[in-house]
């Protein structure tokens, strides 16, 4: 939690101003931010500063595991969290890679599991990970990477947590993530519940003892319409201790993730937090 929070203050402390052409709004920004979450003690990552709704990330972590490409997909999960941009913004409605309403094209989930051969063939990058662990193997390239220059054009919005890089030292699964731009008081709320989760689910389906997961920022951001309400209001809250994720331990495999998961399979104990705090986004 004092990550968290430590990050706000320095982006407000040291953070240039940078406009962002695709919204249109200025970011107060810094470079190079790591978060590192102990999922081994259980110590889940859940912003107690603000009341937060963790369901909605697992949600999208599932539906980039399943390679979802459609917004309805992951409203079905629980999440409403690709409406906007599959659906508002205008880029995209104009892209002529665009199948319709809802279609968010080759984006995140899609490259993982089926990243696009010159030959016409096509890469699951998760399921060769899980196999490898699950047989005790580290390659050194245990790598999940949804990012692909080539199908930017195909999508609607290039990744920001762009690759996750699984290490294993003997029974103990590691997690490293990268991400090129946060929007923090929004996005990384998400985006450790997600890091954090993905290593849980991930030990389990393998077999593996969960270590800690690493979560690196490229661009940390807060926009500047996010700014008073950041400063003034979080900012000024004193964090409650982290809660635990507890996930049904009915979850054996990858199949599983893919077919019969639900978010009433994940539930979060001793969550204590303060009053929810509505961020503006920026589509």
Known sequence: MNQYLDLCQRILDEGEWVENKRTGKRCLTVIDADLTYDVSANQFPLITTR???YKAAIAE?????????????????GTPTWNANANENSDWLNNPHRKGED???RVYGVQGRSWQKPDGGHVDQLAKIVENL???????GEILSFYNPGEFHMGCLRPCMHTHNFSLLGD???LTSFQRSC??????????????TFLALMAQITGKKPGKAYHKIVNAHIYEDQLELMRDVQLKREPFPSPELKINPKIKSLK????????????????????PIQYPFSV
């Open 103 to 105: 279609d968010m094209g």
């Open 134 to 140: 699950k047989n005790g193997i580290d390659d050194r």
């Open 172 to 174: 103990t699964l590691y």
């Open 51 to 53: 009341k937060s709704f």
């Open 183 to 196: 929007d923090v008081p929004l996005g990384l709320n998400f985006n450790q519940i997600q890091v954090f």
């Open 61 to 77: 972590l599932i539906g980039y595991i399943r390679g979802y490409d459609n917004a309805a997909d992951f409203r079905a999960l």
């Open 256 to 275: 599983d993730l893919e077919t019969w998961v639900t978010m009433d399979d994940f539930e979060v104990v001793g969550y204590q937090h303060h009053d």
